[in-house]
């Protein structure tokens, strides 16, 4: 059974820092291509940050360009989300998912129907 596990989130103050993990079991993870969404309150499920299955291709939502950083540990079978600098208005429920096959390509999966696996999320909240 596939299951994507997410860890890290809680509460921090403005301009502080979280590191999410999304721990992979019933499969190997490389080759896929993940990702990290999150959704907040009222507002609809967006991609924070992707990689490709080949790994040389990130993708950044504009507004955490510079501040997240995505990575993978193939070893560990874990995927990472460092956030620093954090901001109020990146408090959501943040969530880890991969595609069905590893593709092993360097496009990166954009869209929420891309991606089969998904972990329950872990909430993260940033104070002012």
């Known amino acids: 059974q596939v299951q994507l596990v997410e860890s890290g989130g809680g509460l921090v103050q403005a301009g502080g820092s979280l590191r999410l993990s999304c721990a992979a079991s019933g499969r190997t993870f490389s080759g896929y291509a993940m990702g990290w969404f999150r959704q907040a309150p009222g507002k609809e499920r967006e991609l924070v940050a992707a990689?490709?299955?080949?790994?040389?291709?990130?993708y950044y939502l504009d507004s955490v360009k510079g501040r997240f950083t995505i990575a993978r540990d193939n070893a560990k079978n874990t995927l990472y989300l460092q956030m620093n600098s954090l901001k109020p208005e990146d408090t959501a429920v943040y969530s880890c998912a991969a595609e069905s096959l590893p593709s092993w390509g360097s496009r990166v999966r954009l869209r929420v129907y891309e991606y089969i696996y998904w972990g329950q999320g872990t909430q993260v909240t940033v104070s002012a």
């Open positions: 990689r490709s299955g080949s790994g040389d291709t990130p």
